[in-house]
Structures are given as structure tokens and as C-alpha cells.
């Protein structure tokens, strides 16, 4: 069982910048990527980048390529999403979770905390 705790979001304009964190307290956290999942009101949660467990690969989805940055500290069993030029598509409740694979990003262990919200005013 991990208890997760995203913080960091909040009302921005676009353009703007934030910086999600994440905390993860899990004894795995470790061994296994980390990834970033946003969702907005009915719609699927979706892929926004995942990390692997020793930050040698990054992945992000196109949407946000070049304009946010995965980051993570295994000691402080921390994960961040730096997100700049952000844009009103952008606007959506931000997760993290845990996944086997960081190239596929799936969320494989279904710890979840209440999620972060961002939106971006246009």
C-alpha cells in the first residue's frame, strides 16, 4: 500500500508556469517508474509523462513535449512535473501513480491520492 499526496496546482493564465510535486511513500517507490495522469470532468484519465525508477528515460505525451519536465528524488520518495507555457487545454485534475513500465506508462498498482487541480485561464 503507498499513501500519495499531490500538491503544487492552482489557477494560472496562460503562459504561465507551476510545479506539481508528488509524494509517494511507498517502500517500492524505488524499483519502478513514476508517472503523471491528468483527468478532466467525463473524460478517461490520460498519460502526461512517466519517468523511469532511475530517471535514465523520460516520456512524455506529445501535447506536452517541450513545455513540462518529469523529475524525481528516490530518497525523498518525491516526484515533480515542472509545466510551463501552460495552456487552457492544459486545465485538468492532475494524479500521480506508480508503473512497471515507464516507455508504456500504465498506471499498474492503482495507488491514487485526491489528485492535484490546475487550470489555466485564457
Known amino acids: 500500500q503507498a499513501q500519495v499526496m499531490e500538491s503544487g496546482g492552482g489557477l494560472v493564465q496562460a503562459g504561465g508556469s507551476l510545479r506539481l510535486s508528488c509524494t509517494y511513500s511507498?517502500?517500492?517507490?524505488?524499483?519502478?517508474?513514476m508517472g503523471w495522469y491528468r483527468q478532466v470532468p467525463g473524460k478517461e484519465r490520460e498519460w502526461v509523462s512517466c519517468?523511469?525508477?532511475?530517471?535514465?528515460?523520460?516520456y512524455y505525451q506529445d501535447t506536452v513535449k517541450g513545455r513540462f519536465t518529469i523529475s524525481r528524488d528516490n530518497k525523498k520518495k518525491t516526484v515533480w512535473l515542472q509545466m510551463n507555457d501552460l495552456r487552457p487545454e492544459d486545465t485538468a485534475m492532475y494524479y500521480c501513480?506508480?508503473?512497471?513500465?515507464?516507455?508504456?506508462?500504465?498506471?499498474?498498482?492503482?495507488?491514487w491520492g485526491q489528485g492535484t487541480q490546475v487550470t489555466v485561464a485564457s
Open positions: 519517468i523511469r525508477y532511475d530517471s535514465g528515460g523520460l
Open positions: 501513480a506508480a508503473t512497471r513500465n515507464a516507455y508504456r506508462c500504465d498506471p499498474d498498482f492503482g495507488f
Open positions: 511507498w517502500d517500492s517507490f524505488e524499483h519502478y517508474g
